[in-house]
């Protein structure tokens, strides 16, 4: 059984910063592109910023130079920092990741979180 728990989430000014984190548990082989997604009240689910196992990163248009995405593979953590908080970036934010599990270490599955809501408001 693999999990992903998000953490972080919570009410912040406009201008503020948060700090996501999602940690993966369970029967792990290993873990390959993990991913932020968010969705907003009426709106379709986005994808946010996504990182490699390797550290290369994505990130959508509307959080480029505010938000950076992170990971450390040893502790099977993925971070988002959310900084320059908008009132438009409330929403729920998922983690997202490609696994392998010990049963079964060369077929990939997508796990998801359970969501963390962040809300940007005076």
């Known amino acids: 059984q693999v999990q992903l728990v998000e953490s972080g989430g919570g009410l912040v000014q406009p201008g503020g910063s948060l700090r996501l984190s999602c940690a993966a548990s369970?029967?792990?082989?290993?873990?390959?592109?993990m991913r932020w997604y968010r969705q907003a009240p009426g709106k379709q689910r986005e994808l946010v910023a996504g990182?490699?196992?390797?550290?290369?990163?994505n990130y959508a248009d509307s959080v480029k130079g505010r938000f950076t995405i992170s990971r450390d593979n040893g502790k099977k953590v993925v971070y988002l920092q959310m900084n320059s908080l908008k009132p438009e970036d409330t929403a729920v934010y998922y983690c997202?990741?490609?696994?392998?599990?010990?049963?079964?270490?060369?077929?990939?599955?997508?796990?998801w979180g359970q969501g963390t809501q962040v809300t940007v408001s005076s």
């Open positions: 990182i490699t196992r390797g550290g290369a990163t």
């Open positions: 997202n990741a490609d696994i392998t599990s010990v049963q079964a270490p060369l077929r990939k599955n997508d796990y």
């Open positions: 369970g029967s792990i082989f290993s873990i390959y592109d």
